[in-house]
C-alpha cells in the first residue's frame, strides 16, 4: 500500500487541501461514485495547480470543495510527507489515475464520456483507449470550443452528457479551466467528473512521457519545459520557485496557509 498508518484524508498544502490516497483508493472511490450515480469532483494537482489556488483565493476554495484531489506531482507528495507525515511512497498522477479509472470502467460496463481538447486529438484517443481497453464503452465525446460559456449553456452539457448514458465524464481542458468546469458541473451531473489535465494528449500519443527516473525524482518539470519552451516557462521558472518558498515557510511555521472554506456559491462565465 502506498498510504500507511492512519494518516489519510484531506490535508493543508500551502493552503489547498490535497487527499492522502493511491491509485487503489482513489480509483475505489471514483467508481463507486460511478455505480451509485452520485456527483463526485475530481483533480489531480501538480505544483502548477497547488499554485493556481494559491494565487487566486477564490479558486482555492472551490478546489477545497472538490470530493477527492490526487498529488499528481513529487512535490505536492513530498509536500504531504513533509508537513503531515502521510507517508506516501508514490503520487497519484493524472494520466495514470485516468487509466487504472478507464479500465475499472471497461471491466465493469460503465460508459465514459470525453470533454475538452480538439477533435484531432479527440479522434486519435478514441481508438487508442479501445486499444487498450476494448470492452470499453464511450458514451459520447466532446472537443472544447475554445470559449466561454454562454448564458444557461452548462445545462445544455450537462443534458448532452446525461442523454448519452455516460457514467463518468473525462474533462481535459488544462488547468485550472478544467477545475473551473468540473466544479461548476458537479451540481448538474450525478456521476465523477475528473480534470484529468494531459491526459488526452498523452494517451492519443501526442506527448512523451518522461523517463521514470525523472518522474522519480520530480524532473517531469524540465522534460515538458523542454518539449514546449514558450508555454511553459513561467509556470516552471516562475512557479516552482515561489511554491517551494511557501512550502518552507508553511513547515518553519512562518505562515499559516489557512485554507479558505469549501466553495458553495455558482461559478459563472467559464470556459468550455
Known amino acids: 500500500m502506498s498510504v500507511t498508518g492512519t494518516v489519510r484524508g484531506k490535508r493543508n498544502v500551502l ?6 490516497t ?8 471514483i467508481v463507486a461514485a460511478a455505480r451509485e450515480h452520485r456527483g463526485f469532483a475530481v483533480t489531480a494537482l501538480a505544483v502548477h495547480g497547488v499554485m493556481t489556488g494559491v494565487e ?5 476554495a472551490r478546489l477545497n470543495s472538490f470530493d477527492l484531489v490526487t498529488p499528481d506531482g513529487q ?11 502521510a507517508g506516501l511512497t508514490d503520487r497519484v498522477y493524472g494520466p495514470t489515475l485516468t487509466l487504472k ?18 477533435q484531432p486529438t479527440l479522434d486519435r484517443l478514441v481508438p487508442a483507449l479501445l486499444a487498450m481497453f476494448p470492452a470499453l464503452k464511450i458514451a459520447g465525446v466532446e472537443a472544447s470550443k475554445f470559449r466561454t460559456a454562454q448564458p444557461g449553456e452548462e445545462v445544455q452539457i450537462a443534458e448532452r452528457i446525461k442523454a448519452s448514458g455516460a457514467r463518468i465524464t473525462l474533462v481535459g481542458l488544462g488547468c485550472p479551466r478544467q477545475e473551473v468546469f468540473t466544479y461548476a458541473m458537479r451540481p448538474l451531473l450525478d456521476m465523477p467528473l475528473l480534470a484529468v489535465g494531459a491526459a488526452f494528449d498523452y494517451h492519443a500519443g501526442l506527448l512523451k512521457n518522461p ?30 520557485p515561489k511554491y517551494l518558498s511557501r512550502l518552507a515557510a508553511q513547515k518553519l511555521g512562518l505562515w499559516k496557509a489557512t485554507p479558505p472554506a469549501p466553495a458553495t456559491e455558482p461559478v459563472h462565465g467559464f470556459a468550455v
Open 75 to 85: 512535490p505536492v507528495r513530498w509536500a504531504l510527507n513533509t508537513l503531515h507525515g
Open 15 to 20: 493552503g489547498v487541501l490535497v487527499d492522502v
Open 56 to 60: 487566486d483565493p477564490a479558486h482555492n
Open 22 to 29: 493511491d491509485y487503489a483508493t482513489a480509483t475505489e472511490q
Open 211 to 240: 523517463p521514470a527516473w525523472m518522474q522519480k525524482y520530480a524532473l517531469e518539470w524540465l522534460w515538458r519545459l523542454g518539449l514546449e519552451p514558450k508555454r511553459l516557462w513561467k509556470r516552471y521558472i516562475i512557479l516552482n
Open 101 to 118: 479509472v478507464v479500465e475499472r470502467a471497461a471491466a465493469e460496463g460503465l460508459p465514459i464520456y470525453l470533454y475538452g481538447s480538439t
